[in-house]
């Protein structure tokens, strides 16, 4: 009558290991779907917004997250100076900067085209 529940006993951690395994499986399949669906998805939103604001220049027709439209007049390390009206400048954190609704051309050189195609007809 004793002997029946020490066997059992026994015999289940013998196959202990596996059914770890087994227990932490739903723990690592939760934390996969939240990287694939929450995580990568935001470190690429923000590595674009990054390319973005880097890319920011004179005469860039810009949105803050304000919702404040603006031409970009002068940009610095961290700030940019944006033009919301005429004779009308206000300074906003680079970060701040949430679309670029207008690019401007790259400025010409003597021979009429932008700077950046020149360099690559010269290399070709």
């Known amino acids: 009558m004793f002997i029946t ?21 739903p723990l690592i399949a939760i934390f996969a779907i939240m990287y694939f669906l929450l995580i990568r ?10 390319d973005m604001v880097s890319a920011l220049r004179r005469g860039d027709q810009v949105v803050t997250s304000g919702g404040i439209l603006g031409k970009v007049v002068k940009v610095a390390d961290d700030m940019v100076t944006v033009e919301i009206a005429k004779d009308i400048q206000v300074q906003v954190v680079k970060s ?28 070709a």
Do not use: C
């Open 41 to 50: 998805p935001q470190n690429k939103r923000m590595k674009e917004h990054k």
């Open 5 to 25: 529940p020490a066997y059992a006993q026994a015999a289940g951690d013998a196959a202990g290991g596996a059914s770890m395994l087994v227990q932490f499986f």
């Open 96 to 123: 701040t900067i949430s679309e670029v609704r207008a690019k401007t051309q790259p400025a010409a050189n003597d021979a009429g085209k932008p700077t950046e195609q020149k360099a690559e007809d010269d290399g």
